[in-house]
């Protein structure tokens, strides 16, 4: 029987063997989808659209920043929206750890006139839009801490706010768009990058009578928990897990010995947080 064929990169090709029952075109569709799997993925940025924002003692332009990832099947957009100062505060932050690295991405300047021209809004959208672009194509900025902060800061505080004001329903709207953004940007964060996140989803589920929803989100976030030595949300996290498995019914007798063991581990340590103590002291 002969052998598979391989190309330099090691990846299989459908090679027509004799006697296939595959047609040239079925070849052809099932070639498209190994390429398209061996696509890399990428981040893209746009912006769309700005508007402009009056208040009483202030005016002023918000951008609509959209986040997608090429050479993926992760094809949703998800936008949030930013005003020029939010991008002057990021620079900021990025130069006092990467000013070599910055020399030649440059931020547009501070417009001193016409700020609200259609013509001054236009150009510096596009600016900004290659802005994001070019700090993406800088392999230490794509990879820092700083980077998802951008996107998700304001959404964060937002969501935590709600959530302390016991409001869980826009909380958890925020929260998700907030997710969607890093699970986009995961590739190049450390995975703990969603687990306050995903913390913050479970206490809403929840608090809203979602169970089910409460108890699959504590789920995902436990595994990474574990592996990068969160302690201070792996209790909660177990306790929470334990307490929804119960009434729904789930298979809990190992998240429950794993939660006596530490807690015998931990025994004369500091009392430990609900996962919601833990959630709102993320953001106080």
Not at 45 to 56: D, G, H, K, L
Request: hydrophobic share 40%; net charge neutral.
């Amino acid at each position: 029987m002969a052998e598979p064929q391989t190309d330099t990169e090691g990846v299989l090709n459908p090679e027509p063997l004799c006697g296939s029952s595959l047609t040239t075109k079925e070849l052809q569709q099932n070639w498209r989808v190994v390429k398209q799997r061996e696509r890399p993925v990428r981040l893209l940025f746009e912006i769309p659209s700005a508007r402009i924002m009056e208040q009483a003692l202030s005016k002023y332009v918000v951008y609509e920043v959209v986040v997608m990832r090429s050479g993926s099947f992760d094809s949703r957009r998800v936008s949030v929206e930013r005003r020029y100062s939010d991008f002057l505060r990021f620079h900021h932050k990025l130069l006092e750890e990467f000013s070599e690295e910055l020399e030649e991405v440059l931020l547009p300047r501070k417009l001193l006139t016409g700020n609200f021209c259609p013509e001054s809004i236009q150009e510096r959208r596009l600016a900004l839009q290659d802005y994001l672009a070019k700090l993406y194509a800088t392999r230490c900025i794509r990879h820092s801490p700083l980077f998802p902060v951008f996107f998700t800061e304001h959404e964060q505080k937002r969501a935590h706010g709600l959530l302390r004001a016991g409001q869980f329903e826009p909380a958890l709207e925020q929260l998700q768009t907030v997710l969607e953004i890093q699970e986009k940007l995961l590739p190049w964060q450390r995975p703990t990058l969603i687990v306050p996140t995903l913390s913050a989803l479970t206490v809403c589920y929840r608090d809203l009578g979602e169970l089910e929803q409460a108890f699959t989100t504590a789920q995902r976030a436990l595994p990474v928990v574990r592996r990068y030595g969160l302690k201070h949300y792996r209790v909660p996290l177990l306790e929470l897990l334990v307490d929804q498995g119960y009434q729904l019914g789930r298979p809990v007798a190992q998240l429950q010995d794993e939660l006596s063991t530490l807690k015998d581990s931990e025994r004369g340590e500091a009392a430990c947080r609900s996962l919601k103590e833990v959630v709102i002291h993320e953001f106080i």
